[in-house]
């Protein structure tokens, strides 16, 4: 049975970094492209990265470019986000979700979430 667990959520202050973790098993993760995504109490769920099978092509949403960074471990069957710098308007629970091929392409999975609290 395909799942993702993320983890590595947390309480965390202003500027400081976190990073999450979302582990794949009953799937291949290295076939499918893997987004990060967050919802905030009140707010839409939103996209903020995302990480293609092929060439391992990023992208992110402006509200986290140049403080996080997404990345791969095919071998280890992980995604992980660094998150740096991070301010209180990005506490959220964060998800992950494996898309068909490309972070184009509809999701197929998705994990559970982990809350992230950015406070003082």
């Known amino acids: 049975q395909a799942r993702l667990v993320e983890s590595g959520g947390g309480l965390v202050q202003p500027g400081g970094s976190l990073r999450l973790a979302c582990a794949a098993s009953g799937f291949t993760l290295g076939e499918y492209a893997i987004g990060w995504f967050r919802q905030a109490p009140g707010k839409e769920r939103e996209g903020i990265s995302c990480i293609n099978s092929n060439y391992g092509s990023t992208y992110y949403a402006d509200s986290v470019t140049g403080r996080f960074t997404i990345s791969r471990d095919n071998a280890k069957n992980t995604v992980y986000l660094q998150m740096n710098s991070l301010k209180p308007e990005d506490t959220a629970v964060y998800y992950c979700?494996?898309?068909?091929?490309?972070?184009?392409?509809?999701?197929?999975?998705w994990g559970q979430g982990t809350q992230v609290t950015v406070s003082s």
């Open positions: 979700a494996a898309h068909a091929a490309m972070c184009i392409t509809p999701t197929v999975y």
